[in-house]
C-alpha cells in the first residue's frame, strides 16, 4: 500500500520536546536597588527573570518551528508574532508554554494544514489506489498502462498543488499556457522544495507517464509502474502533508 508520511512525526516530536524544555526553564528570583527612600537609604525590590541564553535558545528553536509548521495565513500567526516579542520574563514562559501545547493539539489533529491540500491528499491517495488496484487485479493484459496514466496525472497535479503552497507561489503557467511536468519538476528543485535526486526519480516518473499518454508501450513494464506508484505515492505524502 500507499506509504504514509513520517514527516510529520518528526516535528511532533520537536514540539513536545520543546514544550518540556519551556516548562523545566528556571524562574530566579533575586533582589535589586530600585531608588533610595527620603534619608537616602535604599530600597530594594523582588524581580524574577529567566537565564537569558536559556531563554533566547529555546524561543528561538521555537520560532524555527513555528514558522514551519504554521501556515502564514493561519489565525495563530499574531500570537506567533507576541511570542517573537517576548522577553526572558515569567510571563513570557507562562504564554508560551500552553500556546506551544496548542500547536501540537492543532498540528496532530490536522487543523493547521490547509484544507484544500487535506482534500488534494485524499484524493490523490483514492487515485493512487485505484492505479494499485490496476496493477494488482487488473484483469486486462496491459493494465499497468491506464495505471501509468494515473499516477502521471496524480503526480503532476501534486506538483501543481506545491507550486501553490510554497511562498511565494511558483508560476504553472508561462505565456497563458500551463508549464509541462518537467518544468515543473525543475522549478521545484530550484527552489529547494527538494534535491535532485528526488527530481532525477520524478523525471523518470514522468517519462513512464509520457511513454504511456502517447503509445509507447514496450517503453516500460509492470515492475516499473508499480515502483512509481509507490514513488508518487510516498513524494506526495512528505511534501503535500
Not at 506545491?162 to 525543475?186: F, H, N
Amino acid at each position: 500500500m500507499i506509504m504514509r508520511n513520517s514527516v510529520k512525526t518528526k516535528y511532533i516530536a520537536r514540539l513536545s520536546q520543546l514544550i518540556e524544555t519551556g516548562a523545566a526553564l528556571q524562574v530566579i528570583t533575586e533582589t535589586v536597588q530600585e531608588g533610595a527612600d527620603i534619608n537616602d537609604k535604599p530600597t530594594y525590590r523582588k524581580r524574577q527573570r529567566i537565564p537569558y541564553d536559556e531563554f533566547t535558545q529555546w524561543k528561538t528553536n521555537c520560532l524555527s518551528l513555528l514558522d514551519v509548521i504554521v501556515p502564514a495565513s493561519s489565525i495563530h500567526r499574531p500570537s506567533v508574532l507576541r511570542f517573537t516579542n517576548s522577553t526572558n520574563n515569567p510571563s513570557s514562559k507562562a504564554f508560551g508554554v500552553p500556546f506551544m501545547k496548542a500547536i501540537l493539539d492543532d498540528f496532530e489533529n490536522g487543523f493547521l494544514d490547509s484544507l484544500h491540500l487535506q482534500i488534494d491528499a485524499e484524493l490523490n491517495a483514492d487515485f493512487l489506489v485505484q492505479a494499485e488496484s490496476l496493477i494488482e487485479h487488473g484483469v486486462a493484459e496491459k493494465a499497468h498502462i491506464p495505471a501509468a496514466v494515473i499516477a502521471g496525472a496524480v503526480l503532476e497535479h501534486g506538483l501543481r498543488s506545491i507550486c501553490q503552497s510554497v511562498e511565494p507561489p511558483e508560476p504553472t503557467e508561462s505565456k497563458g499556457k500551463r508549464l509541462m511536468m518537467s518544468a515543473l519538476i525543475d522549478s521545484l528543485k530550484k527552489r529547494g522544495v527538494y534535491n535532485e535526486l528526488t527530481a532525477k526519480q520524478l523525471r523518470a516518473f514522468s517519462d513512464i507517464r509520457n511513454a504511456a499518454a502517447h503509445g509507447d508501450f514496450d517503453a516500460f513494464d509492470p515492475d516499473q509502474v508499480s515502483n512509481m506508484v509507490k514513488g508518487v505515492g510516498s513524494f506526495l505524502a512528505i511534501h503535500l502533508a
